[in-house]
């Protein structure tokens, strides 16, 4: 039964994202008459169960339509996750070189603070 449910999640997520009505594909998509759950609840134990067809999957080869519409599922998909990798990248990007700026002081005055330092290096703190 939860594989069922799961099922038919996965096929309301892929008409959402698709705007694909169940019937266009095969035609084999899953029912919601109460009769034929309970029958093919009954039957999934039975010694008789051939396969997904008796449960109203459909056939495990896609068709030419499906195949195509996986086809661009996945580069939909792979555009989008191109997309916010390359967000995320350039983000980090500008903030490595936002803090390496903030870090770095003039040759002149890095000097002068070096030589200070080395100067007051036993005991840095003024008095």
Not at 21 to 40: F, H, K
Not at 41 to 47: R, V
Not at 65 to 93: A, F, N, P
Request: proline residues 6%; hydrophobic residues 30%; glycine residues 8%.
């Amino acid at each position: 039964m939860e594989a069922v449910m799961a099922c038919w999640e996965i096929e309301q997520s892929l008409q959402s994202l698709t705007g694909v009505s169940p019937g266009e594909g095969t035609g084999a998509t899953m029912s919601d008459d109460d009769e034929d759950q309970v029958e093919s609840d009954a039957n999934m134990f039975d010694a008789s169960f051939d396969g997904p067809d008796s449960m109203g999957f459909g056939p495990l080869i896609p068709t030419e339509t499906e195949r195509s519409l996986m086809e661009r599922v996945r580069r939909e998909l792979k555009h989008e996750l191109k997309q916010g990798y390359k967000e995320k990248i350039v983000d980090i990007r500008e903030e490595i070189l936002r803090k390496r700026r903030a870090g770095k002081l003039p040759g002149d005055t890095t000097s002068v603070l070096k030589a200070w330092w080395q100067a007051h290096s036993k005991w840095p703190y003024p008095t």
